[in-house]
């Protein structure tokens, strides 16, 4: 009969411990990060600001891609550099986020539009070699012009 009292408390102690230990525990943080809609924002993976800035940085570099090659190499390292990576990090630094806090739709919007700008990276890249090489760059910006679209 001892024994069935104790193993009767035992379980009990058990029991209420569980219950406890269910009710204290920490919930899942539920809230999203501070930044990731900030980010979301500037990375625009659905919008098309992206386009619309990078023709207004190339349109000067497509008339001067024949005459003036050097100088569409200057704007090419500086300012349409700076457009691609600048998204790339941002867009990066988004799908990061998005990708811990598990907000799909998040990732499903920003990880097909990082993949297009890796490939203009790409595109740049190649502009780059063809303005240093001397050969082929106007090819080499309209490959770059339909990454970026």
């Not at 005459?67 to 998204?87: C, E, F, H, K, Y």
């Not at 990061?96 to 990276?121: C, T, Y």
């Amino acid at each position: 009969m001892k024994k069935l009292v104790a193993a009767g408390v035992v379980i009990a102690v058990m029991s209420v411990a569980a219950v406890l230990a269910v009710r204290t525990s920490p919930q899942a943080d539920t809230t999203p990060h501070p930044q990731l809609d900030a980010l979301l924002q500037q990375c625009d993976a659905g919008g098309s600001s992206l386009a619309t800035m990078y023709r207004a940085v190339s349109d000067p570099a497509r008339r001067l891609v024949t005459t003036d090659p050097a100088r569409v190499l200057a704007m090419v390292r500086g300012q349409i550099a700076n457009v691609i990576d600048g998204r790339i990090a941002v867009c990066e630094r988004a799908l990061a986020i998005a990708q811990h806090d598990k907000r799909g739709s998040d990732v499903m919007a920003v990880g097909p539009f990082l993949e297009r700008l890796r490939r203009a990276h790409d595109a740049l890249d190649q502009l780059v070699a063809a303005l240093e090489a001397g050969s082929d760059a106007p090819a080499k910006l309209t490959a770059l012009d339909a990454a970026m679209q």
